[in-house]
């Protein structure tokens, strides 16, 4: 299980455009890679999958946190390049697309890959993915606008959670990252300084470019 963070507020790779926004590539064990969430807009997306070697066209799935524009913002030029990728949605806020599959995720939690579960739309905001991975459940999370606890808890009802990644918005209940090994604070999140030094050895930068292997 891979996961690629193509767009960010800041980059890990030199060649790589930041933005305001957040989109990863998720390559499962199970099927075709799933995009999750799609950066604050077309030209920063499409310019950062390229830089990487991603080929969007190959994306079996979309799937979107919530419906803010720095995580809707590069998906027309998704979908123009990509014909075929499901959509699964937080809800009825997003605009429908004609020809298109496309799944409206509710309250509860859902399958998305055999290795890949939504956490269902948690609070009527947002939903995140997480991913059966041999080291445990990892949790990709949009901004987190729902209470970290609720999240990791909904994530902790398919198994042990092993880590995190994405951005944390506000989030500073810190002892809910207590047990787990992996942490990457993202995008929005207001705290990172003091996550990266209270979870030193356990929480790394983020940053377009950032691949990590689970």
């Given at each position: 299980?891979?996961?690629?963070?193509?767009?960010d507020?800041?980059v890990k790779d030199?060649g790589?455009?930041?933005n305001w926004?957040f989109?990863a590539?998720i390559?499962?064990?199970?099927?075709?890679?799933i995009?999750f969430?799609?950066?604050?807009?077309?030209?920063t997306l499409?310019?950062?999958?390229?830089?990487l070697?991603i080929?969007l066209?190959?994306v079996?799935a979309?799937?979107i946190?919530?419906?803010?524009?720095?995580?809707?913002g590069?998906?027309s030029?998704?979908?123009?390049?990509?014909?075929?990728?499901?959509l699964y949605l937080?809800?009825?806020?997003?605009?429908?697309?004609a020809?298109r599959?496309?799944?409206?995720v509710?309250n509860?939690?859902?399958?998305?890959?055999?290795?890949?579960f939504?956490?269902g739309?948690?609070e009527?905001?947002e939903?995140?993915?997480?991913?059966?991975?041999?080291?445990?459940?990892?949790?990709?999370?949009?901004c987190?606008?729902?209470?970290?606890k609720g999240i990791l808890?909904?994530?902790?009802?398919?198994?042990?959670?092993?880590?995190?990644a994405?951005?944390?918005?506000?989030?500073q209940?810190?002892?809910?990252?207590e047990?787990?090994?992996?942490?990457?604070?993202c995008?929005c999140?207001?705290?990172?300084?003091?996550?990266?030094?209270?979870?030193?050895?356990?929480?790394?930068?983020?940053g377009?470019?950032?691949?990590?292997?689970?």
């Amino acid at each position: 299980m891979k996961i690629r963070v193509i767009c960010d507020n800041e980059v890990k790779d030199a060649g790589l455009q930041p933005n305001w926004g957040f989109a990863a590539l998720i390559e499962s064990n199970t099927g075709t890679p799933i995009l999750f969430d799609t950066g604050a807009d077309g030209p920063t997306l499409l310019h950062n999958s390229h830089s990487l070697g991603i080929d969007l066209s190959g994306v079996g799935a979309i799937v979107i946190s919530h419906a803010h524009w720095d995580h809707t913002g590069g998906l027309s030029a998704v979908l123009r390049m990509n014909r075929s990728a499901e959509l699964y949605l937080p809800g009825p806020q997003l605009n429908s697309f004609a020809g298109r599959k496309v799944t409206v995720v509710g309250n509860d939690s859902m399958q998305i890959r055999e290795d890949v579960f939504s956490t269902g739309v948690l609070e009527g905001i947002e939903q995140s993915l997480v991913l059966n991975t041999e080291k445990g459940m990892f949790v990709v999370t949009g901004c987190a606008h729902p209470e970290m606890k609720g999240i990791l808890d909904r994530a902790s009802k398919l198994g042990r959670v092993c880590g995190i990644a994405g951005g944390f918005h506000g989030f500073q209940d810190f002892k809910a990252f207590e047990g787990l090994s992996l942490i990457y604070p993202c995008h929005c999140t207001q705290h990172k300084r003091e996550i990266l030094e209270l979870f030193e050895g356990k929480a790394f930068e983020c940053g377009a470019g950032l691949l990590i292997e689970l």
